[in-house]
């Protein structure tokens, strides 16, 4: 047997959802699932790095999820100190969080599993969009779920997505996220996890300038929030305001080392692209048969970003050049090579409304910075975000 | 809440102005006069310094409307002028009525331009402005025709060439048929430059952004018209702004729109941006902002290096 071996395969274990989201960026969803006996052939011949399951929902197909961490803690081609890394990495799965029952999440203990839960924030945001097909909000669901994380003591972690409806709730949307990180978790962690891409604003939408004008004003608002927490000292103001609104983005690997196989084990430059319906001519190939890969072009586009130039551009702002005045790059959106090709049809130019929105956006958060930020001093020195000193 | 020093500077609104689109770009080729007209009426293009403007001609009353033109306005002091010519008795009647004014001609392979054969009409104007021969390759008749370049280099006395280059074609061809496309190539480039002159008959050409506007007004990458490569429809949208325009077609228009060299992916550096097709690029790679290979060789090969 020869694969196509992928360093990272991105396994799309399932096109079913049970949920139907307006935004959804996969439309006419199927209902195909992987075939067990193919996929474990599959991870027989190709001991990879680590593994990303994706879907549709992957809890639908819990025992492919499975198959895969015993595929890489059984294969005897991986090397002791790489397979505890290839399985560390591949115990994170997204999930839209309505699953998580008690079966699933004895599994989810037995296999070391991490759910990063997607909801949008609070009840009235969530059930906006993310919705079970007969319309109903998921709000309940979901979070009956986490706390069923917190009882089993399976990590967690809550990820939300920003739509054009949504942007009048973007300042009810943090608080809540900080607030349900506080409660359940701690400070601290509520404070981390801010800088962790806790939730983003889609790419591909027809903002206007009301959105803009919206989107300013609620960022402004939490920076304000941030500053009027008397339970925050001054040392944690400026990292939650750091993590926040100076968090980094970056270039994923994805057609690169990543690499997404469907249920069909075709491939794709990433999970995006093999859920679009225009992804026929996006396909590279079949796993099983690496002599045929087709494509090239679109895969050199993609090495031209994940490993060589990482060059973006936009109407306004290119992926490097918007910088504070201490010359931090400001990123507070992301530059995702697949929605750019979504959205203006090639992978290196993101949605010029986007990119406007978000340029405005880091401009605004250069005078909150200046407005906000707290001085602080140690010993007769300021120590700056890094926490070195200077006198 | 805490005043901030802040206000909006820049507006999705203002992401999309039909009038302030073509002035964009360095060159703007008109279908022919009647979509000159139209764009002047739809105040679509104003004449400003170092822009190109090229005009395709497909009689002689056009270039008498082009004449006007010229006597009411100083677009000829302005911008650089071409017009562009591609039926023989157009051209010779256009030669036997040139006016002392900056503008070039530009022909098509099918005219015959040769300067011997009108220097006697329009000895003024040739002796002040370019008239160009477009000469049309691919791979299976590169050799022919670029010896059909020295030809008329050497037989009819033109010194200004462009060539439009099928690159696409060159898909097939072997390593043999490449070292073969070399070789021509640098037979053409010592042909001009031993001969003479002047190293200037091989330009080198900064970054370079053409656009082609069709009497609908309809904008193309060139003047193949291949409206299922790369098509922006902008006559129907007049009277659109950045915020209602759908996002997809302003993305069209703006990935091209907002090009430039650091927004290039080639192997090599580019001398002569005249001769990358960014049609072909498109249709070739998927992409507008990759640059084939087989482009980047053929400017190389010519320029004499590598």
Redesign the interface.
């Known amino acids: 047997m020869t694969v196509f071996n992928i360093i990272c395969p991105d396994f799309l274990l399932t096109n079913r959802c049970n949920m139907a989201c307006k935004y959804c960026f996969e439309k006419n969803k199927g209902k195909d699932d992987m075939d067990i006996n193919k996929l474990n052939e599959y991870l027989d011949h190709n001991p990879c790095l680590s593994t990303f399951p994706f879907g549709g929902e992957p809890l639908l197909r819990m025992d492919l999820l499975c198959a895969i961490m015993d595929s890489l803690k059984n294969n005897p081609n991986i090397q002791r100190k790489r397979k505890e890394t290839a399985i560390k990495k591949s115990q994170n799965v997204i999930t839209n969080g309505t699953l998580l029952t008690d079966s699933t999440l004895k599994k989810f203990k037995e296999y070391g599993f991490r759910a990063q839960i997607s909801i949008d924030g609070p009840k009235h945001v969530q059930d906006e969009n993310r919705v079970f097909p007969n319309g109903s909000g998921t709000y309940d669901t979901v979070i009956k779920a986490i706390d069923n994380c917190i009882e089993y003591g399976v990590i967690w972690s809550i990820h939300g997505v920003i739509s054009k409806a949504t942007i009048p709730y973007v300042y009810d949307i943090f608080v809540w996220f900080f607030e349900l990180y506080k409660n359940k978790k701690n400070i601290k962690t509520a404070i981390d996890h801010m800088g962790k891409n806790t939730f983003q604003i889609i790419f ?6 009301e959105d ?2 919206i989107l ?1 004003n609620e960022f ?2 939490i ?2 929030y941030i500053y009027t927490r008397k339970y925050l000292n001054p040392e944690l103001k400026n990292k939650l305001f750091d993590n926040f609104f100076l968090k980094n983005g970056g270039v994923c690997s994805a057609g690169t080392t990543l690499i997404s196989v469907d249920h069909k084990f075709d491939m794709y430059p990433c999970h995006r692209l093999a859920l679009i319906p225009e992804k026929k001519k996006l396909l590279i190939g079949n796993v099983f048969k690496p002599l045929e890969l087709q494509n090239f ?2 895969m ?2 993609y090495y ?1 970003i994940a490993r060589l ?1 990482r ?6 702002t ?1 992926n490097d050049n918007y910088k504070d005045e201490n010359k931090n790059i400001l990123r507070w959106f992301m530059w995702c090579p697949a929605t750019n090709y979504q ?7 993101q ?3 986007y990119n ?2 978000f ?2 956006l880091n ?2 958060i250069v ?2 910075k ?3 930020y707290i001085k602080l001093k140690q010993n007769g020195c300021t120590r700056n975000k890094n926490n070195s000193c200077k006198r | 809440m805490k005043e901030i020093d802040f206000k909006r500077e820049i507006f999705i609104k203002d992401l999309f102005n039909a009038q302030m689109i073509l002035n964009q770009f360095d060159l703007i080729h008109f279908e022919n006069l009647a979509t000159f007209n139209k764009c002047i009426l739809n105040d679509l293009f104003y004449i400003e310094e170092n822009k190109s403007i090229k005009i395709s001609l497909n009689n002689f009353e056009e270039y008498e409307g082009v004449l006007k033109i010229f006597e009411e306005t100083n677009i000829c002091d302005k911008m650089d002028v071409i017009l562009k010519i591609s039926k023989q008795e157009v051209f010779d009647e256009v030669l036997s009525n040139v006016v002392p004014k900056k503008y070039a001609i530009e022909v098509t392979e099918n005219v015959e331009a040769g300067y011997n054969k009108y220097w006697e009409t329009g000895k003024e104007w040739i002796s002040k402005n370019r008239l160009v021969q477009i000469i049309s390759m691919n791979a299976d008749n590169f050799d022919e025709k670029i010896n059909k370049t020295i030809s008329i280099y050497n037989q009819q006395n033109i010194r200004f060439f462009e060539f439009d280059v099928d690159y696409e074609s060159f898909n097939e061809l072997k390593l043999g048929g490449l070292d073969k496309l070399k070789y021509w190539l640098h037979h053409l480039r010592d042909w001009l430059v031993y001969d003479m002159s002047n190293r200037l008959n091989i330009m080198k050409s900064d970054f370079y952004k053409p656009i082609f506007i069709s009497e609908d007004l309809i904008l193309y990458l060139n003047d193949k018209k291949r409206h299922w490569i790369w098509a922006c429809y902008l006559g129907h949208n007049i009277n659109k702004t950045g915020e209602n325009i759908p996002y997809k077609e302003l993305n069209k228009l703006r990935t091209y729109l907002d090009l430039h060299t650091e927004a290039m992916y080639s192997e090599y550096d580019v001398f002569n941006w005249k001769l990358i097709d960014f049609e072909q690029c498109l249709k070739m790679y998927g992409s507008i902002n990759e640059i084939p290979l087989i482009m980047i060789l053929f400017g190389r090969w010519l320029h004499d290096s590598f």
């Open positions: 591909e939408q027809d903002y206007d300038d803009v004008d300013l402004h608002r920076a304000e072009t679109l050199n586009s031209n130039k060059y973006m551009y936009s109407a306004v290119n959205t203006s049809g090639t992978v290196y130019y949605n010029a409304k406007l929105m340029t405005e401009r605004l005078e909150l200046k407005a906000y």
